[in-house]
């Protein structure tokens, strides 16, 4: 039997980087036999190996949204993989605007993938990477049923929460939203919701440290999910696991892990894991 398993690559939220221990958002999903990589922050790469993944073996990659913290080391990654031995098709999914970046990478590395195919025999990169454009509703992906929910994030107007169904498990990636009461619908009855999450109290600091401190604050407030509310949206869907990603702080000393639980099982009192980098989550028949 296939391994099935969730593991988060990246927790952090926002795309600077003040640690090794915490890289931006990206997750793999093992499901239904096919191997998913969900966001491609950087580090994306590194952590999947760590996770003991065939680079040459991802099936397919999603992206929730255009933001650098979530797509920056996606042409970095897939290029790895095919440097890595890289022989079948993958299939990129991700909103309007990903063919440009992926032509535009492509563009960049053109003398070293011709050097390659001339010099070492190698497939062209080109024709391995099957692109598609995806929107709300259903995604058509072989072998997979997957969905996608359009989820407030502004400015970004394409922003999408992902659901993946194989075999009787249920897995939903909110992406990054502010509090939307759809999404508990979208996740209803998920065996893992994984959806990010701010906690009130470190904003303030975390905005302070930015030459852009009013901007930031707007956009932080406008566009992420307070703990408390991330707990209602796992409430209302019925969720059986919540895992807590893309945290916002993720660097701040004085904020512990109890902080985050706290005020996340005040409203909910299902199972809750707080992410962190390479945390892996086993199928459970249970």
């Avoid at 049923?145 to 075999?167: G, I, N, S, T």
């Amino acid at each position: 039997m296939d391994r099935e398993r969730v593991v988060i690559l990246g927790t952090k939220g926002g795309p600077s980087l003040r640690s090794a221990d915490r890289m931006p958002t990206s997750s793999l999903i093992e499901i239904g036999g096919k191997k998913v990589v969900v966001d491609c922050g950087l580090g994306v790469t590194r952590n999947l190996v760590n996770a003991g993944v065939d680079l040459a073996g991802i099936d397919f990659v999603f992206l929730t949204h255009l933001h650098s913290d979530h797509v920056l080391e996606l042409g970095p990654m897939l290029y790895t993989a095919w440097v890595s031995g890289l022989s079948k098709e993958v299939g990129l999914y991700g909103p309007f605007g990903i063919r440009e970046y992926w032509d535009g990478f492509i563009q960049s590395m053109v003398y070293d993938i011709e050097l390659r195919i001339g010099d070492e025999g190698r497939q062209d990169l080109r024709n391995l990477v099957r692109l598609a454009e995806y929107g709300e509703g259903d995604v058509s992906v072989p072998g997979l049923k997957v969905a996608a929910l359009r989820v407030p994030h502004p400015p970004v107007q394409e922003c999408y929460a992902l659901r993946f169904d194989a075999e009787g498990w249920r897995v939903t990636f909110g992406a990054d939203t502010t509090y939307f009461p759809p999404l508990a619908e979208f996740a209803t009855g998920s065996d893992i919701l994984v959806h990010e999450a701010m906690l009130e109290k470190g904003v303030e600091k975390l905005v302070n440290r930015s030459r852009h401190a009013v901007r930031l604050r707007e956009h932080i407030v406008a566009s992420h999910t307070e703990a408390r509310d991330v707990a209602r949206i796992a409430k209302a869907s019925g969720s059986r696991h919540l895992v807590v990603n893309h945290l916002v702080p993720v660097d701040d000393p004085d904020i512990s892990e109890s902080d985050w639980i706290d005020s996340i099982s005040a409203v909910w009192d299902g199972k809750i894991t707080l992410g962190y980098d390479g945390l892996e989550i086993e199928r459970s028949n249970k």
